[in-house]
């Protein structure tokens, strides 16, 4: 078959032929992208997105970063990259600590265990086979008697055959064992999640709101490189079991200036983002970068004030800081890419209908993905765009 | 049955006698060897252990540990070697050459198919594909050898069920552009194909969750081959890698066929990899077929570069599948995957570029064919060079033709959730609306068949 490669050659210039009206930009055919003409949707700038810390300045300057971190360096990372950092930390200064799960001795199909099986070793980074309601369980009795495993699901999407494991087991084993005092906290699940574009029915999903349904567990998403290295070394530390979701379009997205030290950041703490006056919307992941396109648009146009919030930890999640937020703006938009029924943001809703009820303005609006599968050719149309969230803060200002 | 009962059944028998051990006495002599009614343990001196979970076990004072590792490796079926030579000549091939032409054809158009599909994606003109390179004697030779109203189940490398069974061209280009002649109505990604017509299953990416689909539908089958005695008997056959074999719905589905006995070929393709990972780290028993044995189902291996081996497999399988009623039948075709995993991979990052040259070189199921084509004189280069050139040209015309189409209709979106769209739908649907209305210059509607009509439509159409 070798032989046939000039064929080959001779064939991709046929092929191309009829020349395709594509987007001169983009590589790979965008099932779903933004109209030509656009103004809001598609207005995501990593380069230039406040959200990240495009400086080593504004890298150091995060207050939750301790004081030795903040007289060191930074280098500017992606996110795979920085989870692969977290990763070579605690392999480093933990020998608790096991890394593995299916294809990641190679490097794992987002890049993110890159080198680790060849400088720790087979025994501490391994590959599993292809199961994860095996892998998932094998990680619980290893963080049962004493390990600190991390656990990589190559999909959220794929999660489910463990589902049973996740919700029954790593939730319940502390409870269950009494005053046996045995649990499996130091147990770590990460799992690349969200939308791409192209991913369709079980390359996109986002099931943290599966996860938040059960007491127990810990359920984190972070934004950025910064967030993912701080975030995953906490849950790594963390004697609960922790749900680490990546969202993986922001692995080769996202990238900004992340301290080399190693740092932890809180599990019980909402981040500000920006502060604002008029209404606070509430969000998390890759969202995070639709709102702020859409709050720089808002402000401009409507000369208001907006206040961007990173829940961080989905659940058990920071009350407390949402809550002030909202009784000082007096309006709340939550935001997330899975499907509104029974998601996050109803319980976030919920909460500040609840507690904030008399400092409201206007009802608690969802921005959220509809009720309905992500089928490939309406992405676009199902997770929520810029124009969406530009639209909910118009909405909720002019209730 | 569980042990409590037959103990229970034990107590009863001695209390009450024979006669009244089982469910009526005149059913006693059919009663299967599992109903019987059994003593306790064993007597002093019998050979036999009687212990309900292992009836034919004898008693042994050697303390010996099976050891898989130490036993001979389960053969590989072959009909044919590498050269092209039929090895058992009294029984040759069982393929008329007619239908050894048409299955080398369609070898070779998914082998073109697949080049072009590949280069379209790297050109940027589909978001992804899976190649079957290596391994398009298993999926075209097994589904030669099946009835057409058996029903399929893949995974994703097997195309070739589909091309073999009637696929066309425009239907594979249509589901991997998601346009508006799709059948899977632009929802999924390249390469989940699916027919109703053709008994073919659509696609999941989730992998192994076919498995005890196919042993659900192989028992639907098994009491509609009852209770039509008059149709043609009917299999259902699921394909699955060895990978996918690691799941826990591999032992489910192989676990319940077996006790359910349901007319089930299961085909493992046995390609060495599962995306990087080696079957080194899948597994430590010998392939996927040593399994076979610890369901009690009938298993064999066989050597997918040979088209005819597959065939004579496929079809004694599907007998065997329809004897007693239906039982199960497990089939590992080994194979090499060539290809790289899908587009999103490079897999020169965890395997050697001479490995893969290595294999293509040593051996392939469409060169196997063609050699032994060429000595029955039914094949030569010219014929070759034709339809290699005449394929190439309706694959790129297929092609070309499907990538023209419109989009399908943004009704899609949220028809076929649910039977019908729920109020909550149709609320989100209006919302969606509004939004799309208000800022037209952010969303390209008329791409989409129909346009905004798809959703209005949507939002008229009260439950
Ligand atoms: C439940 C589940 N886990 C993980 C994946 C990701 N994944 C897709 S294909 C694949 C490898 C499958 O290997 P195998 O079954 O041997 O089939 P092959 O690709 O070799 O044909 C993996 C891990 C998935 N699709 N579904
Ligand atoms: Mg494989």
New interface residues.
């Given amino acids: 078959m070798a032989s046939k490669a000039p064929t080959i050659r001779a064939l991709t210039r046929y092929l191309l032929r009829p020349p395709v009206p594509l987007h001169a930009r983009c590589q790979r055919r965008q099932y779903s992208a933004a109209a030509p003409g656009a103004r809001l949707n598609g207005s995501v700038e990593y380069d230039t997105v406040p959200i990240l810390n495009h400086t080593s300045k504004s890298a150091l300057s995060n207050p939750e970063l301790p004081a030795e971190t903040r007289n060191g360096q930074t280098k500017r990372i992606n996110l795979y990259t920085a989870v692969n950092e977290a990763l070579r930390h605690a392999l480093q200064t933990d020998e608790r600590v096991l890394v593995f799960g299916e294809d990641i001795q190679f490097g794992g199909v987002f890049r993110c265990t890159m080198n680790l099986a060849a400088d720790f070793g087979t025994e501490r980074v391994f590959n599993t086979p292809l199961c994860e309601q095996g892998l998932v369980g094998f990680a619980v009795g290893a963080a049962a008697e004493g390990m600190r495993p991390v656990a990589e699901v190559q999909f959220a999407d794929y999660v489910f055959p463990s589902f049973d494991q996740i919700h029954n087991e790593v939730a319940k084993y502390r409870y269950r064992s009494g005053s046996t005092g045995v649990n499996c906290g130091g147990l770590v699940i990460r799992m690349p999640a969200g939308s791409v574009g192209h991913g369709a029915l079980y390359h996109t999903q986002s099931p943290e709101a599966l996860f938040t349904h059960t007491p127990g567990l810990r359920v984190v998403i972070p934004r950025s490189p910064t967030q993912a290295k701080g975030l995953l070394l906490s849950a790594i530390r963390c004697n609960d079991p922790v749900i680490f979701m990546e969202p993986k379009i922001l692995y080769r997205a996202a990238v900004e200036q992340v301290p080399v030290d190693a740092y932890h950041l809180p599990l019980d703490k909402a981040e500000v983002l920006k502060t604002g006056k008029d209404v606070t919307i509430i969000s998390y992941g890759t969202p995070l970068y639709t709102c702020s396109a859409a709050i720089a648009a808002a402000e401009k146009d409507f000369g208001c004030s907006v206040e961007l919030i990173d829940l961080r930890t989905i659940y058990p999640w920071d009350r407390e800081t949402i809550l002030n937020s909202v009784k000082k703006t007096g309006r709340a938009i939550v935001v997330h890419e899975s499907m509104m029924n029974a998601g996050v943001g109803a319980e976030v809703a919920a909460t500040i209908q609840e507690k904030a009820f008399l400092k409201l303005e206007a009802p608690v609006k969802r921005v959220a993905g509809w009720a309905t599968h992500t089928g490939l050719m309406f992405e676009q149309f199902i997770i929520p765009d810029v124009t969406r969230v530009y639209d909910a803060i118009k909405q909720t200002i002019d209730y | 049955m569980s042990f409590r009962y037959m103990l229970r059944r034990i107590w009863i028998k001695k209390v009450l006698g024979p006669q009244s051990c089982l469910n009526g006495p005149g059913r006693v002599a059919e009663a299967p060897l599992w109903q019987r009614c059994r003593g306790v343990a064993s007597t002093a001196n019998a050979e036999k252990v009687l212990f309900p979970g292992a009836l034919n076990s004898q008693f042994t004072d050697k303390l010996d540990f099976m050891q898989p590792s130490e036993q001979n490796a389960i053969p590989t079926f072959r009909v044919m070697n590498q050269l092209g030579e039929i090895i058992d000549k009294e029984i040759g091939v069982e393929t008329e050459n007619e239908e050894a032409l048409q299955i080398y054809k369609n070898m070779v158009k998914l082998s073109i198919m697949d080049?072009?599909m590949f280069?379209?994606?790297r050109?940027?003109?589909?978001?992804?594909y899976m190649v079957s390179?290596g391994e398009e004697g298993i999926s075209i030779g097994s589904a030669s050898a099946l009835h057409p109203s058996d029903v399929a189940f893949c995974q994703y490398r097997e195309a070739g069920v589909y091309l073999q069974r009637g696929f066309k061209l425009s239907d594979f280009m249509n589901q991997l552009f998601?346009n508006a002649k799709d059948n899977g109505?632009?929802?999924?990604?390249p390469v989940?194909y699916g027919s109703k017509e053709l008994n073919i299953h659509t696609i999941?990416?989730?992998?192994a969750t076919q498995i005890p689909h196919a042993a659900g539908a192989a028992y639907a089958l098994k009491m509609q081959n009852i209770q039509n005695p008059d149709q043609e008997k009917r299999v259902a056959v699921c394909y699955f890698g060895e990978?996918?074999a690691?799941?826990?719905?591999f032992h489910g589905a192989l676990n319940i066929a077996a006790t359910r006995q349901v007319p089930c070929i299961f085909i493992c393709r046995n390609n060495g990899y599962?995306?990087?990972?080696p079957t080194s780290?899948?597994?430590r028993g010998d392939g996927i077929a040593s399994r076979g044995a610890g369901y009690g189902i009938a298993t064999l291996r066989v050597d997918g570069n040979d088209i005819f081996a597959v065939r004579r497999a496929t079809k004694e399988a599907r007998r065997l599948a329809l004897t007693h009623g239906g039982q199960p039948v497990l089939i590992e075709m080994m194979a090499y995957r060539?290809g790289h995993h899908s587009t999103?991979?490079d897999s020169f990052?965890?395997r050697q570029r001479v490995e893969v040259?290595d294999w293509?070189?040593r051996d392939?199921p469409i060169t196997r064919l063609r050699k032994w084509l060429e000595r029955q004189s039914l094949w030569d280069d010219a014929a070759e060079k034709e339809l290699r050139s005449k394929t190439?040209k309706e694959v790129?015309k297929a092609?070309?033709e499907a990538?023209k189409e419109k989009?399908?209709s943004?009704r899609?979106?949220?028809e076929g959730?649910w039977e019908e769209l729920?109020a909550?739908?149709r609320e989100?649907?209006s919302e969606?609306r509004d939004?799309?209305r208000?800022?037209p210059?952010?969303?390209?509607v008329e791409g989409?068949e129909g346009g905004m009509r798809g959703l209005d439509e949507l939002v008229r159409k009260k439950a």
């Fill in positions: 080049l072009l280069e379209a994606q050109q940027g003109r589909l978001s992804f390179a998601a109505l632009g929802r999924n990604m989940h999941s990416s989730t992998l990978g996918a690691s799941e826990g719905d599962a995306i990087s990972t780290d899948q597994y060539v999103s991979d990052a965890y040259e293509k070189r392939n190439r790129l092609f070309e990538e989009k399908p943004i899609h979106a949220f959730v729920t909550e739908q989100h649907v969606m939004v799309i208000r800022y210059k952010e969303y390209d989409f």
